[in-house]
């Protein structure tokens, strides 16, 4: 404390200005990719609300959330730095892009074997009681 106030006001003001850039680049890419994997994520939620049938909704949640969890995990190993929590992500990340694929289409070969047909042909959203015309 006692070299601060005996430090000239440049040493002083050079002290405060310093900035750590690889720890600031590194919280940024981290919010942006998990910002990023979270547009991912709503996008697919509105997919599963808007298309038509089972086929196209399972094809936008099945895209959309690997591709969304993924960059939402990459985020967090950006967070949490060179750690075991880093290793343990990284772990549950290449699991997730394994299995989600694998899963998505194991649900979309069991319902064409049920005998679900896909809706073919051009397709107009239902009208919502209140729409202005």
Do not use: C, N
């Not at 086929?55 to 750690?83: K, V």
């Not at 892009?97 to 069991?110: E, G, L």
């Amino acid at each position: 404390m006692i070299d601060l106030i005996l430090a000239s006001s440049t040493e002083v003001k050079s002290a405060a200005i310093h900035i750590d850039w690889l720890s600031l680049i590194t919280t940024v890419a981290s919010v942006v990719s998990i910002f990023a994997g979270l547009f991912f994520v709503l996008a697919g939620t509105l997919g599963v609300l808007r298309l038509p049938d089972f086929y196209t909704r399972l094809h936008a949640a099945g895209m959309t959330d690997t591709l969304g969890a993924e960059l939402i995990l990459l985020g967090l190993i950006l967070q949490s730095g060179f750690s075991q929590m880093s290793l343990k992500l990284l772990i549950v990340g290449f699991f997730l892009f394994i299995t989600s694929p694998t899963a998505t289409h194991a649900v979309a070969h069991a319902a064409y074997k049920a005998g679900l047909k896909p809706k073919l042909g051009k397709y107009k959203a239902p009208e919502i009681d209140g729409d202005v015309k």
